[in-house]
């Protein structure tokens, strides 16, 4: 079999802040990086719709020579994958294989929690989903989540608008709606990939004692162990530290905007679904 690149998917940027940590902590792979802005957001989407979409973009990194394809996209990884992994993949080479960032999120709470009161900022569309208490609750039942959906906060990623006053008042009103529902909350899951960006922001209205985290660097430990433990497909993933970056979107918009997640300039190419 065809050695391929590991495929990670975004419906924009976010994912970006995944991949990076993917590069830093396994940088001998090869990457291939879709991020399907033309339709983004997906975050108000119905599950349908991102399922529809999901799909597609995976089949379409199958295509590309990936074996292995990461959604790092937690409205995907809430509405899309789990169909995905039961409903599609059976019709393809057994080989093949869909991971997400939800699970490998929720499998480290219990590392960071006393109170086992748990936070999470995320779209609307994983809020509603209610895929973080489900799966935390399933591992530790003892922990009681809050959620917060904070559907302005990746327009102001993506705007690069988060140094604004105005920025402040939207991290704020929602850091505060989050934590007036309990006061044991002493964890905060960024459970949208974009929202690494704010951390300096989040960090001025978020108490000091109270844990953050952020997925891209579990997320990447966590694609390290499901490596080690696959041998038969981590032989097929290619290693020659190459990352390619599509959108099908126009380049040159996504470029600009990836730049803000990607720390350096970003040289894509458009890609046809």
């Known amino acids: 079999m065809q050695p391929g690149p590991i495929g990670v998917f975004d419906s924009g940027y976010g994912g970006l802040t995944v991949l990076k940590e993917f590069v830093k902590k396994l940088p001998q792979y090869d ?24 799909f597609e973009c995976v089949n379409r990194l199958f295509a590309e020579g990936c074996h292995l394809v990461i959604l790092a996209c937690n409205t995907s990884s809430a509405k899309a994958l789990r169909t995905i992994q039961q409903k599609d993949l059976h019709h393809f080479d057994s080989i093949k294989r869909v991971l997400g960032v939800i699970r490998p999120t929720t499998e480290i709470v219990k590392e960071y ?33 809050h959620q917060e959906a904070c559907p302005m906060w990746v327009p102001l990623v993506e705007n690069n ?16 709606a989050l934590l007036s529902k309990s006061d044991d909350i002493d964890t905060i899951i ?31 430990n966590s694609l390290q162990d499901y490596l080690l433990r696959h041998n038969e497909l981590e032989t097929i993933c290619s290693k020659n530290s190459q990352v390619s970056f599509y959108t099908t979107d126009f380049p040159d918009n996504f470029d600009k905007g990836a730049s803000i997640f990607w720390g350096t300039e970003v040289n894509s190419k458009h890609i046809l679904l």
């Open 190 to 220: 960024l459970g949208c990939t974009h929202y690494p960006i704010l951390l300096n922001q989040l960090r001025k209205f978020v108490p000091e004692q109270i844990k953050i985290i952020s997925q891209g660097e579990i997320v990447a």
């Open 31 to 54: 990457y291939f990086y879709l991020g399907d802005n033309a339709r983004a957001p997906y975050g108000s989407r119905s599950f349908d719709t991102v399922y529809e979409y999901t």
């Open 161 to 176: 608008e988060i140094t604004n006053s105005g920025a402040d008042y939207f991290i704020q009103k929602h850091v505060d």
């Open 113 to 145: 929690t006393k109170t086992n009161h748990v936070g999470i900022f995320a779209t609307s569309g994983t809020v509603s989903s209610q895929s973080y208490p489900i799966e935390i609750n399933k591992l530790y039942p003892e922990v009681i989540v």
